[in-house]
Nanobody, 127 residues
Framework: EVQLVASGGGSVESGGSLTLSCAVS???????MGWFRQAPGKEREGVAA????????YYADSVKGRFIISQDHAKNELDLQMNSVKPEDTATYYC?????????????????????WGQGTQVTVSS
């Protein structure tokens, strides 16, 4: 059974930093893990993902250079370090996992490609 529990959300001023964590029940069945966000009235979008066995990160253009995704298999944890945050980063953030092998050019940022989800954690960035 795969369980994901997200934490670390809160309020932060524009330009500040925040780190989100996702407790992962087991990494051995993961192929990809990702962070998504959803703002009110908007669709859920991919923020960052990592190919867990190869430690290869992927980022949305909107967060590239500001956010860092990392994993610690010893701690069973997936983190998202958010730096230089902007008001447009305000959203509910979700961690997600894909436990089936991706094929070809796999669209890491598409929510329907992931089969496990944690509950959301709210991030609010004030200007």
């Amino acid at each position: 059974e795969v369980q994901l529990v997200a934490s670390g959300g809160g309020s932060v001023e524009s330009g500040g930093s925040l780190t989100l964590s996702c407790a992962v029940s087991r990494f051995d069945v993961m192929y990809f893990m990702g962070w998504f966000r959803q703002a009110p009235g908007k669709e859920r979008e991919g923020v960052a993902a990592i190919y867990t066995s190869r430690y290869i990160p992927y980022y949305a253009d909107s967060v590239k250079g500001r956010f860092i995704i990392s994993q610690d298999h010893a701690k069973n944890e997936l983190d998202l370090q958010m730096n230089s945050v902007k008001p447009e980063d305000t959203a509910t953030y979700y961690c997600a996992a894909k436990t089936s092998r991706p094929s070809g050019s796999w669209p890491w940022s598409v929510p329907s490609e992931y089969n496990y989800w944690g509950q959301g954690t709210q991030v609010t960035v004030s200007s």
